[in-house]
């Protein structure tokens, strides 16, 4: 290793930001183009999956919610791919035809373990089974996009994470129309939202990554990473909870 790369890699790790492609080392391109990788896949996935279900959207203001959501999506995955461009990646994926709303059967259970080709979160290979559905997981993982994304948002490659907080607000709002369509439904419907809230929930939760995690360490270092995926969890997890609350739902998930 250089004496420059270590120089670099010792700027990262006392808080240093980074601007351009052209001056990061080897192991920090690899693990920022992971992260954004990972992110433009469970973006592009997410929005298929809710395209699915325009049509099951009761009413117009839905109709136009869930088409927020898949267009709004989209966009985002766009945002981060150009700067993942920047870095001469191949984004193949996204100019030919990618299969982004295949997903496995209701009942496969594959943990945290990426499927299919792509980079999306593991979540986003369940399929949704109607509104009802999809509002509850749209809680849930919008909530858990809200922290992540204010932890992207850290990101020592500048650009990046200028990107990612222009996201934030965005996703913040497809976080809470879901909250507002929760909110009848847990009324209406409230046997189909537990049922939807069981199998979500730990779904969801396996998407921060193992609590444990060694390659945390490796990622601070880099100024990729700031908080555990312990922390963040916790966060979402009462963050969900207060959430449920709020709407009237009652589970012991």
Request: net charge negative.
């Given at each position: 290793?250089?004496?420059?790369?270590?120089?670099i890699e010792d700027?990262?790790?006392?808080?240093?930001?980074l601007?351009?492609?052209g001056?990061v080392?080897?192991?920090?391109?690899g693990?920022?183009?992971?992260?954004m990788?990972?992110f433009i896949d469970?973006e592009?996935?997410g929005?298929?999956g809710?395209?699915d279900v325009?049509?099951d959207a009761p009413g117009?203001?839905?109709?136009?919610?869930a088409a927020?959501?898949?267009?709004?999506?989209?966009d985002?995955?766009?945002r981060?791919l150009?700067i993942?461009?920047e870095?001469?990646?191949?984004?193949?994926?996204?100019?030919g035809?990618?299969?982004?709303?295949a997903?496995?059967?209701?009942?496969a259970?594959?943990?945290?373990?990426?499927?299919?080709?792509?980079?999306?979160?593991?979540?986003?290979?369940?399929?949704?089974?109607?509104?009802?559905?999809s509002?509850?997981?749209?809680v849930?993982?919008?909530a858990?996009?809200?922290?992540?994304?204010?932890?992207?948002?850290?990101?020592?490659?500048?650009?990046l994470?200028?990107c990612?907080?222009?996201?934030?607000p965005?996703?913040?709002?497809?976080?809470?129309?879901?909250?507002?369509g929760l909110l009848?439904?847990?009324?209406?419907?409230?046997?189909?939202?537990?049922?939807?809230?069981v199998?979500?929930?730990?779904?969801?939760?396996?998407?921060?990554g193992?609590k444990?995690?060694?390659?945390?360490?490796?990622l601070?270092?880099?100024?990729?990473?700031?908080?555990?995926?312990?922390?963040?969890?916790a966060?979402?997890?009462?963050?969900?909870?207060a959430?449920?609350?709020e709407?009237?739902v009652?589970t012991?998930?």
């Amino acid at each position: 290793m250089t004496n420059e790369t270590m120089a670099i890699e010792d700027y990262l790790a006392q808080g240093g930001r980074l601007t351009s492609p052209g001056n990061v080392p080897p192991r920090y391109r690899g693990e920022l183009l992971r992260m954004m990788a990972s992110f433009i896949d469970s973006e592009m996935a997410g929005s298929a999956g809710f395209a699915d279900v325009i049509n099951d959207a009761p009413g117009i203001t839905s109709r136009i919610a869930a088409a927020r959501i898949v267009l709004e999506k989209a966009d985002h995955a766009e945002r981060v791919l150009k700067i993942m461009a920047e870095f001469g990646a191949d984004v193949s994926r996204y100019v030919g035809t990618h299969p982004w709303a295949a997903r496995l059967p209701r009942e496969a259970d594959i943990g945290a373990v990426r499927q299919g080709g792509d980079m999306r979160l593991a979540v986003f290979h369940y399929p949704l089974t109607g509104w009802v559905d999809s509002v509850v997981m749209n809680v849930l993982q919008g909530a858990a996009a809200v922290i992540q994304l204010r932890e992207f948002s850290q990101v020592s490659y500048q650009p990046l994470a200028e990107c990612f907080r222009s996201i934030l607000p965005r996703e913040a709002r497809h976080a809470e129309l879901g909250r507002a369509g929760l909110l009848t439904l847990a009324h209406d419907a409230p046997d189909h939202v537990y049922d939807s809230l069981v199998y979500w929930y730990p779904r969801v939760a396996l998407g921060f990554g193992a609590k444990d995690s060694e390659r945390f360490e490796r990622l601070k270092a880099l100024g990729l990473r700031h908080r555990s995926n312990a922390e963040m969890l916790a966060e979402w997890e009462a963050t969900v909870a207060a959430q449920l609350s709020e709407c009237g739902v009652k589970t012991n998930a």
